[in-house]
């Protein structure tokens, strides 16, 4: 699996999103992403309570810690490279979580466009 190149939304390197837990498609701590990452886990998100209720709710349970897989699950003020889609799903229902533009990888851009994710940033593009 060969990384694309770590490029924020913003245009410059693509920042740290979180460690713990360490969060990425690569589990390096980066919203890096490949041609694998059919889900593109490029959206560097802090987790709300209401976003983890709602994404259970949606079928993805981020919250429950899964052991076996090595996952503690997700408790708000968590950072989280997050898919595009799920992020873009939980704005049209008013539950997105607040984002990390430096930390979110460019490639985001192909689902959800920059004027949305800056609503849930305090970054300016």
């Known amino acids: 699996m060969e990384p694309e190149e770590s490029v924020n939304v913003l245009g410059t390197q693509l920042g740290l999103c979180g460690v713990d837990p360490v969060t990425g498609f690569f589990r390096d701590g980066h919203c890096n992403t490949c041609v694998q990452d ?7 998100a802090v987790m709300t309570a209401e976003f983890l209720a709602y994404s259970k709710y949606v079928g ?3 919250s ?3 052991p076996e ?17 799920r992020f873009l799903q939980a704005h049209d229902e008013g539950c997105a979580p607040r984002v990390n533009l430096a930390a979110t990888h460019k ?3 192909q689902t959800v466009p920059l004027r949305i994710l800056t609503q849930y940033s305090d970054q300016t593009p």
């Open 38 to 44: 059919q889900g593109s886990h490029t959206v560097c």
């Open 69 to 85: 897989f090595g996952f503690q699950g997700l408790k708000a003020g968590d950072a989280w490279c997050l898919c595009a889609s």
């Open 64 to 66: 429950t810690p899964r």
């Open 107 to 109: 490639r985001a851009l």
């Open 60 to 62: 993805n349970d981020l």
